[in-house]
């Protein structure tokens, strides 16, 4: 709670450029989100998010930003005063939200989100932002934006005023330089900026271990995409990284030998190289080793957050070419940037080949299993998206990284846990991620059984057969971020209108 209020404080505390200057150029859309003095969210079939079974239907009440109460659903009238005049029903609701039938479970919490809003030419601000929301989504870390952290922080400190449509957002910083004085006085630069953390790439060894004595100094918390480089986990676990991104540093720890083991043409700086391979090392790490490199990040308390979607194109790219939510919710801009393009980060699937599918197939086998086996000896692990490359597209991309973690063996509801409660502990947000009274009110309403099937999830939502006729249903009714409600149908029908109408501008010659 304390560390909340000190973001909160934070965000709420940047002031220094004027309000233009500070977003980068003009704001996104004006939020159309509302909080409610008391919201009654009725007759709902609630998933807690600390992983305990489905309760219900229950009543949730929210005041201002607070959830206050969740008991037993009991009849209400239209303004949730207790028929009968009975006390016992409480306060009356300003708003009443009907969720019989659906499913309340913790706004997702995704750790891995960058916020792009260039891609191959603009887009709108509040594009991505929009599908995030559209996908319940109430919590975001961005783990380093090309946008820059001042843009970054003026817009978390928008989002907590309701000032712009989007999730809550916690600010990450990237740092590198050359030697450690320099990154030393990067660090302290982001974090005079707002930076609430730091993600770290590949550096030489004296720099890492500036980056990892300054952040503790500083009391910025770090997540790492490691790749290759003379430090791995190990390392990492010493200098008391907070997260590890992906799966970098972690097999390349376990290879006997120390090296790995790449064909004589391999060229780290091409991508095509660089990705390629990466799939094999799990492959060539020992067993026993890796077993032990586990137990390393459990005693250093970090968190995985295996980011496995981000990568799905490497095992099936006609699968990742061909997505059905691509016709309506994709920006051209986003689908320009993914075609194959050597110039491009993640834009490599250029000769990708049968033997490089079946690579990453086997790949995904191991890496799903040690994942799995982390969380099994009491390791934390999230859920983190790492869209806007490789196909995989906001919102969307969460949700699949949800899916895939249960074809990683997880029960759906631990998935769920991962989401919610498991991100808010990694962030060190002690009042969200969990429907329990006290809480933040971050809260997504559900038009089915995510339990059942995570698809009801993505804003496209499922085929249902309803008196021998197929129907639609499923999506995010409602995404409601710290109290404020936002309309789930509203949000798809917005993004779908931005597609449509930068379509139409490229086709009359408009570039975008």
Sequence with gaps: MR??????????????????????????????????????????MVIDGTGNPVHGPLDIMVEGSTITSVRPARPVDEFGTGRGGSAAAGPAADKVIDATGMYVMPGIIDVHSHIQFSRSGPMPKDYEYKLLLAHGITTIRDPGSGEGIDTMVAHARLSAENRITAPTIIPYATVAADNPTDVRAMIRRVKAAGAMGLKVFVNRPDVWDAIGDEAKLLGLPIATDMRIQEYDVRDAARLGVRSIEHWYGIPDAAIPGGVQHFPETYNFDNESDRFRWAGDLWRQADSARLSVVLDTMLAHHM????TFGVYEANRDIGRAQTLPWFAEYAHPAVMAYFA???????????????????????NYRIWMKWVHEYAMRGGNVTVGSDAGFIYHLYGFATIREMELQQEAGFEPLEVIQHATSNGAKLLGIANTGVIRAGYSADIAIVDGNPLQNMKVLYATGVDTPVNGKIVKRGGVRWTIKQGIVFDGEQLRAEIRQMVKDAKAQRAAGGGQ
């Design 340 to 362: 194959p393009d050597p110039t491009r980060h993640g834009s490599y699937h250029f000769d990708w080949s049968t033997a490089d599918e079946v690579r990453w197939k086997n």
């Design 303 to 306: 968190t995985w957050d295996p």
């Design 3 to 44: 560390l909340r209020l000190l973001i909160t404080a934070a965000l709420l505390g940047f002031c220094g450029l004027p309000l233009a200057a500070q977003q980068g150029s003009t704001p996104p859309t004006p939020s159309r989100g509302v909080r409610y003095p008391r919201l009654l969210i009725r007759n709902a």
